[in-house]
């Protein structure tokens, strides 16, 4: 059995359930404490005793106004609040809106990576092309032709690094026979003279002897090029001059007269060349020829094509890379 007050005025009512039937039943705030039939089931039941205080019970109802006033607004130093809060309701979400502004932002950070992809692949093509032409000089040069000329160069002993029995058994050798090596380009002829051995060599009518002047070749004058260029020629010919001489001490002994066929161009044209020119050879179309001689002057001679209106002079691959750049060309008008 329970009961509550209902509401706060002068003359109190008091309710109450029935145990029997349990129906609910108002009566007078006088009947508390005092046992009563129930109006519907005629059950007894005890009205329970109920203290109204007298002030709460004669408080007009301004006095209870506080007891259900709004909530005190919080203080401003509250880190909870503030007076520039929006109270009004928030704005619906669309998820169409969100979803489109979702794949806008995917889409840019897509076309960010594609700039992105593409710049460094224009950085590494451009990167590459320039590694690729760093070394691409480019010189131009007249061409001459040197009409009925025989060109000849002696080589010292003190050049190179030829063993001295080996040096003084092949040129006794070729003092008492010389030797002419003669094919359609070209006669060689492997001798002795004032400083040595002496070489020589006259060009045929089936190619055509062009001088090329290098003299102005910035690339080609630096004493530490030079040096290099020298240094290679010189251990080239030591080798190719060594083997020779054991052929000509080979002939001797067996009583014959030695076959150097094969250092027509390891040693006769090489050593024809000098140091510059046993660098370089000609290209006509595509095909190349080698530098057959160098003057004093350091002009470059070569033997090509009858006819031949140009060519381009680049160095060859046997010691090159380690003495001048490797897409050095000269491009020589003939004239």
């Not at 503030?82 to 169409?96: G, K, L």
């Not at 451009?126 to 001459?144: E, F, K, L, P, Y």
């Not at 000329?149 to 003084?168: G, H, I, M, R, Y």
């Not at 010189?234 to 001489?245: H, I, V």
Request: net charge positive; aromatic share 6%; glycine share 6%.
């Amino acid at each position: 059995m329970t009961g509550r007050v209902l509401s706060y005025h002068s003359v109190m009512a008091i309710q109450l359930d029935c145990p029997h039937c349990f129906s609910t039943t108002r009566v007078p705030d006088r009947a508390a404490g005092t046992t009563i039939a129930c109006p519907k089931c005629r059950g007894r039941m005890r009205v329970p005793a109920v203290k109204i205080p007298v002030a709460a019970s004669a408080a007009p109802q301004e006095a209870f106004a506080d007891v259900f006033a709004a909530p005190a607004a919080p203080a401003l130093d509250s880190p909870f609040f503030s007076d520039a809060e929006d109270e009004s309701p928030a704005e619906p979400v669309n998820p169409h809106l969100a979803l489109a502004r979702r794949n806008k932002r995917r889409m840019s950070r897509g076309w960010i990576g594609v700039m992105l992809a593409f710049l460094l692949a224009a950085i590494g093509i451009s990167g590459t092309w320039w590694w690729s032409n760093r070394q691409n000089i480019v010189r131009t040069a007249s061409a001459s032709v040197v009409a009925n000329a025989t060109l000849s160069k002696d080589l010292s002993a003190t050049e190179f690094n030829v063993q001295p029995a080996d040096w003084s058994a092949m040129e006794a050798a070729l003092r008492i026979n010389p030797v002419d090596l003669t094919d359609p380009k070209m006669k060689v002829q492997f001798g002795t003279g004032p400083k040595g051995l002496q070489l020589s060599l006259t060009p045929t009518n089936e190619r055509m002897l062009v001088a090329v002047p290098t003299s102005t070749i910035p690339e080609l004058q630096e004493p530490r090029t030079q040096a290099a260029l020298q240094e290679a020629w010189k251990e080239a010919l030591t080798q190719s001059l060594s083997k020779m001489s054991r052929t000509v001490q080979d002939a001797i002994a067996g009583g014959v007269k030695p076959s150097l066929a094969n250092y027509g161009e390891s040693v006769g044209m090489d050593g024809l060349a000098g140091p510059t020119g046993f660098h370089f050879r000609a290209a006509v179309g595509t095909t190349a020829y080698p530098c057959v001689f160098e003057d004093a002057n350091r002009q470059l001679y070569f033997l090509v094509p009858p006819g031949t209106k140009s060519l381009a002079v680049i160095p060859r691959d046997v010691g090159a890379r380690n003495s001048l750049p490797e897409k050095m060309r000269i491009t020589a008008t003939v004239k």
